[in-house]
RNA sequence: GCCCGAGUGGCGGAAUUGGUAGACGCGAUGGACUCAAAAUCCAUUAUCCCUUAAAGAUGUGCCGGUUCGAGUCCGGCCUCGGGCACCA
């Protein structure tokens, strides 16, 4: 009998589908576990193999943990609103609701045929209203809470209001507070909200009609579109994601997640930790303090003018009547660059002087106040100290403009470029002189501190994130604007599901496409007209998942304490600045309030690579309709064209297949080598572009979903990325064979209730170890390796017995679960394979009897030494003298002396 | 420019963390079975010297160091991949 996977493979997900096998419920009794994939955008284009890389994994370990006795929760669901979908619709007139059901049906059609064992009942999708009604809960809660900085977390407004009230908060006197309208305290209370509505500098992008993130814009083009991106100052609803630096930074210690993605978070959070000092200036002879921040307070002595950014507030009545025409000029300038050019240009230094001057709090010096664009206004105050001679972006500056540059190091060369290092002595520096410059950073902030020219101030390059898009298919926001103030619609009343409008685009005047409905009011007051971004609904949907169908909660508290946060979490790392922080953010931010139990979401996470693709290319001589073979290719003047990968095979190209690809190629002609064609091949992104898409339901079709499953994990450690190449399937289809061979013949059914011998027990036991091992470690190549040993063994030892088999299945059960499932049930199961328990490791079934010692003279391997395994180095060491030639050698050098190593092996030195 | 990560056969990749480098798989070569093919099985497969074998030499990007012993540790380079990029 066969191994007929086909069969198998349909009989028992239907199996496991009707029968609910992985249907999961809260079980005190048993440990939870909580196995998260990250989940997909359902696009048009379906999955590629490259796609359930990482869900293939995280199924293996919920189900490795579940027959360790966990109750793991491992779900599945679909964020489900986006661009794509709506860019779709404006071309079609589709409504996007319509693709993206057609899409997630397809996404789960994929999906199911390769055996994951998601309880589907729990599924989620962002663009339900019943979904997102949670999302825009947790916004209102958002925009009903401040956050604290004294205790460093969320409270509600209502604490705040208080206070106003009461005694004030920073700038806001009772008097203040109670004298205001309700317009004036709506607006206080919009500088402390933690979703608020505030006037900034956003990232517009044209083609798309929104605004956009700064992970949603690379190299000042939008990710998704490539679009240019400006920068335009813009009313946009904003979450105060920097509020939370501090603690993003701090608890991402504690995670067991990769160094880099951690650093890239650290990065992108970007503390530096320095000085705001008060510089006084003087414009047209009125005076105004202005605040700067450095890190390198250290350098003040070198500090021979100041920048302003051009965007802040400060350049307006620091313009001298004298200049008032060259800054407009220059402002005009800067403002019609997009931030495209603005990145392309970082090497042209530009700027204009402002006529005024400020004081060098130190040096008591006079000196010049210019505004220049590579100073940035979001960032510290917008306005800076420069030290030409150690700083390169000052140094440039100074260069172009003819400012003085004094270094401040001993010894330094500021002649060609600045000296950046902070290492060397200072100079030049008055009281700082002779300290090296790490003691002068600390000594200059003291003093600075001491004389009241200014304070320690730590920043964060992490910025509040912008909320609003202008598009259809998102979040509507629960907001309407009462006589023109933001006032929430009441929590009794979400979801407020999105209207029905006739079409996608933006309005005529426009406005975002949300203004096209009718009726898209509350209470005869006009709601909010953007809808919220993508990562809103991304951002607690690992919550929902425990308990998706609660409709009174985001979670219920006692579900929640059961389940904690998610044990494992795996997905690209496309998302680390993106998605990663939102997520994090969003749940401290429920933690503060008391609605989640556990202050971070992902306890441990993975990363697996990228797979990419493995185009092929066949050589055309220019000018003709003639292919030349790789081998031959330099002889020729060729073009490289993509050729479709399921016409080469092993790299030899299907002639015949090619000439019927295309029309034009039905008369080619070839140059061979050995008589074939051979096409050159390199390692790109998998894209229907490039012809190298390779999709698992044709694996499933030729191979079947237990293959496509093993040779995922068996092309490399998880982590990295790595090209997808069909050639080396056969190995592991092969192994699948030989399995099953171990319980079928060509008769049938061989399996025999015998007592194993110790020698299979052997094999057994190292197999368990190992692959215990090395899931934990999430080196599911190394453990299928293992199997492969195992296996061959077995087959070796012709090995037939049920107490050997049967737990071997069990361990094959998380890797090709179709085939174990049958075999399960063959061997007289009647419940799921998926309810054994995982087989118990035995250490003296698995150990050698004897150790064999490599016997090195001087670091060179000899001979060997076998001894049984308890032996101690004292006797190890005796029988290598005893032995009969070595005894001898050993006496003709007087001294030696043998080194045993526990790590099995033996060093014989000559001294 | 700054910060991470990685360099091992024809290829994907192993190596108990300092202990016989190249597990396992692919590919390749030879053989068995077959009228033949497919499938399956067996053998060989880092390089050099050699008819073959034994034996030897070389070998984990490069140069040097520590050690009885280095793919692994230290110092200095080179190359590739990823992230950030006027963040003062």
Redesign the pocket.
């Known amino acids: 009998m066969d191994y007929d996977f086909k069969s198998i493979e349909s009989k028992w997900q239907a199996y496991w589908a009707a029968n609910k096998v992985f249907k999961v419920t809260e079980d005190n009794s048993r440990p939870s576990f909580y196995v998260l994939d990250m989940f997909p955008y359902p696009s048009g284009a379906g999955l590629h193999v490259g796609h359930p890389l990482g869900y293939i994994a995280s199924d293996i370990f919920s189900r490795y943990k579940r027959l360790k006795g966990f109750n793991v929760l491992h779900p599945m669901g679909y964020d489900a609103f986006g661009l794509p979908a709506e860019q779709y619709a404006i071309q079609t007139g589709q409504h996007p609701e319509v693709t993206t059901n057609n899409n997630v049906a397809r996404y789960r059609q994929q999906l199911d045929r390769i055996g994951f064992s998601y309880d589907w009942d729990r599924e989620v999708r962002t663009c339900d209203p019943d979904y997102y009604k949670w999302t825009q809960w947790a916004f209102l809660k958002m925009f009903d809470s401040w956050f604290d900085p004294s205790v460093q977390k969320a409270r509600p407004i209502s604490e705040l209001v208080a206070k106003f009230e009461s005694e004030g908060y920073e700038d806001v006197t009772p008097e203040i507070w109670n004298a205001a309208d309700e317009k004036g305290k709506s607006d206080i209370l919009m500088r402390y909200r933690i979703a608020y509505q505030g006037e900034t500098s956003v990232n517009w992008c044209e083609g798309l009609g929104t605004v956009l993130a ?2 949603e814009v ?1 190299d000042g083009l939008s990710v998704r579109g490539g679009y240019p991106v400006e920068q335009k100052k813009m009313t946009q609803w904003q979450l105060r994601v920097s509020a939370y630096a501090p603690r993003l930074l701090d608890s991402l210690e504690d995670l067991n997640w990769t ?2 993605l951690k ?2 978070q650290r ?2 959070i ?1 503390k ?1 930790e ?1 000085t705001e000092m008060v510089f006084q200036t003087e414009c047209d002879g009125r005076t105004l303090p202005v605040t700067i ?4 307070a250290d350098t003040i002595y070198g500090a021979t003018f100041m920048v302003l ?1 051009p965007e802040s507030e400060l350049v307006e009545s620091l313009t001298s009547e004298s200049q008032k025409e060259a800054v407009a000029e220059y402002l005009k300038y800067v403002k019609t660059k997009t931030e495209r050019e ?2 392309a ?2 090497k042209t230094v530009t700027g204009v002087f402002s006529g005024s001057y400020g004081v060098n709090p130190i040096t008591g010096e006079r000196i010049p106040i210019w505004i220049a ?4 206004a ?3 105050t ?1 306005a ?1 100290m420069a ?1 030409p001679a150690h ?1 390169s ?1 000052d140094y440039a500056f100074a260069k172009k403009f003819d400012l003085p540059i004094i270094p401040l190091i001993e010894g330094c060369d500021v002649s060609e470029e600045s000296f950046d290092a902070k290492e060397g002595v200072m100079c030049n520096s008055g009281f700082l002189n002779g300290l090296t410059v790490k003691e002068a950073i600390e000594a200059a902030k003291d003093y600075v501190e001491q004389h009241g020219l200014g304070v320690r101030k730590t ?1 964060y ?1 992490l910025r509040d994130a912008i909320f609003s898009r202008q598009r259809y298919w998102g979040e509507p926001f629960p907001i309407y604007y009462k006589d023109g103030i933001p006032t929430p619609v009441p929590e009794s009343e979400l979801p407020l599901c999105l209207p029905e409008i006739d079409s996608f685009k933006p309005s005529n005047d426009g406005e975002p496409p949300l203004a096209r409905a009718k009726n898209w009011t509350y209470n005869g007051y006009p709601l909010e007209k953007s809808t919220m971004p993508g990562f809103a609904g991304s951002s607690a949907y690992y919550l929902r998942y425990m308990d998706p169908r609660n409709d009174s909660a985001l979670v219920d508290k006692d579900i929640n304490a059961y389940w904690g946060n998610v044990d494992l979490y795996i997905g690209g ?1 496309e998302h ?2 993106g998605h990663l922080i939102y997520s994090r953010f969003w749940n401290k931010f429920l933690y503060d309030l008391g609605y989640v139990c556990v202050d971070e979401p992902f306890k441990k996470l993975i990363n697996q690579g990228m797979i990419q693709g493995r185009s092929s290319f066949v050589y055309r001589i220019v000018g003709t309709n003639k292919f030349v073979s790789c081998g031959l290719k330099d002889q020729y003047e060729t073009t490289e064209i993509h050729v479709d990968i399921s016409l080469v095979h ?1 790299d030899r190209l299907n002639i015949e297949g090619f000439k019927a690809w295309r029309e034009e190629f039905a008369t080619a002609e070839f140059i061979l080598e050995d008589g074939e064609y051979i096409c050159g091949w390199a390692v790109e992104k998998m894209s229907k572009s490039m012809f190298n898409v390779v999709n698992p339901d044709d694996i499933c079709d030729s191979y079947g979903a237990d293959t496509l499953r093993l040779y995922e994990m ?4 998880l982590e ?3 090209p997808w ?1 069909t ?2 399937i ?3 289809n ?2 699948l ?2 399995f099953w061979r171990l319980f079928y013949d060509r008769d049938g059914w061989i399996v025999k209730d015998e007592e194993p011998t110790r020698e299979e027990l052997k094999v057994l036991h190292k197999l368990i170890g190992k692959e215990q091992e090395d899931i934990e470690a999430f ?1 599911f ?2 453990t ?2 293992a199997f ?2 195992a296996v ?1 063994e077995l087959t ?1 030892l012709k090995c037939n017995k049920a107490a050997v088999l049967s737990p071997l299945v069990v361990l094959l059960s998380p890797f090709a679960p179709h085939i174990a499932e049958e075999l399960w049930q063959a061997l007289g199961n009647n419940e799921s394979v998926s309810c054994a328990s995982f087989p118990e490791f035995v250490p003296e079934y698995a150990a050698e009897d004897n150790v ?1 010692y ?1 016997v ?1 003279f ?4 000899r001979f ?1 030494v076998d001894m049984p395994k308890s032996a101690s180095p004292a006797e190890v060491e005796a029988a290598v003298r005893s032995m009969e030639q070595t005894t001898k050698w050993l006496a003709d050098k007087s001294i030696v002396k043998v ?1 045993v ?1 526990p ?3 033996i ?1 014989i ?1 000559v001294k």
């Open positions: 700064n992970d690379k160094d880099s650093e890239m990065n992108w970007g530096s320095g921040f450095t890190t390198r950014a603005r990145i240009q970082t664009e590579y100073v940035l979001g960032y510290g917008g800076i030290v700083d972006r920043n390059r790392t680390a600045t092993n068996f092309l490399g450690p990295q990325s790595k190449d050639k080396g056969d190995g592991v092969r192994f064979k030989k080196s190549n190394t299928i390796s492969m040993i061959n070796a064999t490599p090195q001087n670091g060179k391997m060997t080194i190593v790590g099995r092996i060093n030195v």
